[in-house]
């Protein structure tokens, strides 16, 4: 069947994730995402098939603009770790108020008890690993992070203190989740950088 034209499946994606963050799991059908873009529903069930096949192409997209993000933060920013902050920052863009975070976590949650789900969910963590992996090693080459740094051991313990940055601050429920995030990257990275550096990060 041709597929219908006017609104691409990228415009259709963005929407579902918004969707997501408002209404959670519960709320997200593909009536609710056909009403935020203009379309009607079943426009979504030729594309998509289900709720369930328009959760694994949003993964599917997800995983790659988690890589390319990562590459357009890193060439917008003059150094590894100004692009680390940053991109902490913007990956977590969508969770605006604590219960977007929910919402977002609630799909998280249920991407770990679906095979086809987890194995996006994997891949996109995989990649976001990479790419602070990648980022910490160029900080660690340059002079910004102390050599002898252990850029994959580091990029574990970053990625914690995202989720768990998250966690906490929509549990709390003080100040701006962008500086819950600085503050808390700057802790984990404290220890690793040059004496000259150690008060830079949490600014940039």
């Known amino acids: 069947m041709a597929r219908p034209r006017g609104v691409e499946d990228a ?7 918004r969707v997501m963050g408002r ?3 519960a709320g997200l059908t593909l009536a609710a995402v056909a009403r935020e873009v203009g379309l009607a529903p079943a426009t979504l069930v030729q594309r998509f098939g289900s709720k369930h096949g ?6 599917d997209r997800s995983e790659t603009d988690a890589s390319e993000m990562a590459g357009r933060v890193r060439r917008s ?29 609630a799909f998280l949650c249920m991407d770990l008890g679906d095979p086809q789900l987890y194995e996006r969910a994997l891949a996109i963590h995989r990649t976001q690993t ?5 980022l910490l090693a160029e900080a660690a080459g340059t002079g910004e992070l102390r050599a002898g740094t252990d850029a994959a051991a580091l990029a574990r313990s970053v990625q914690a203190i995202i989720a ?8 709390e429920r003080e100040g701006a989740l962008e500086q819950r995030l ?3 990257l700057h802790v984990v990275l404290s220890p690793h950088l040059p004496s000259r550096h150690a008060h830079d990060l949490e600014e940039s």
């Open 11 to 17: 415009v259709i994606l963005r929407a579902a994730v």
């Open 23 to 25: 209404a959670g799991p």
């Open 54 to 59: 328009l959760l694994l192409a949003l993964a």
């Open 77 to 105: 920013h003059g150094s590894a770790l100004e692009a680390l902050a940053a991109l902490t920052v913007e990956s977590m863009a969508e969770m605006t108020t604590p219960e977007t975070f929910a919402n977002h976590l």
């Open 130 to 134: 990479r790419a602070i992996e990648d």
């Open 164 to 171: 768990g940055a998250g966690l906490t601050w929509a549990l």
């Open 182 to 184: 600085r503050h808390e």
